[in-house]
């Protein structure tokens, strides 16, 4: 199985596909775990999408990642990265989607990539 750097210290190469758990007691606990994670995917050429919500939001992501020297504008424009907020993601029309319809998204964005080669920015 292909692995990959997460950038987080100690862990090593994790395999695509395998899960991890974070448990934090505050916005900078999750953003030291989180801001390394997505720059590393992007340092790999990965398509990243980030959905945010308390106590971390799309524009405080955005900046701490620009913070770590990612250049978010650009990685956005390529559309190697995705930063939104729960709401933008989960909701629309004011309604909650279903579990059919949040796997459809990912599986849309997942075909995405893959058809890009899983690599969103040469």
Known sequence: MTATECGLPGTGPVP???H??????D???????LVPYFTAGLRAR???????????????AATALEGSGVDVAAARKCGALQ???FSQWYLRDGATLGPEEVC???LAEEREALAAG?????
């Open 16 to 18: 695509y596909g395998a």
């Open 20 to 25: 991890m758990c974070h448990l934090y007691r």
């Open 104 to 106: 459809a998204l990912w």
């Open 46 to 60: 990965e398509r990243c999408i980030w959905v945010t919500s308390e106590p971390l939001h799309a524009a405080d």
């Open 83 to 85: 930063i939104v907020d």
């Open 118 to 122: 899983s690599r969103a920015c040469a």
């Open 27 to 33: 916005r900078d606990a999750l953003a030291e775990t």
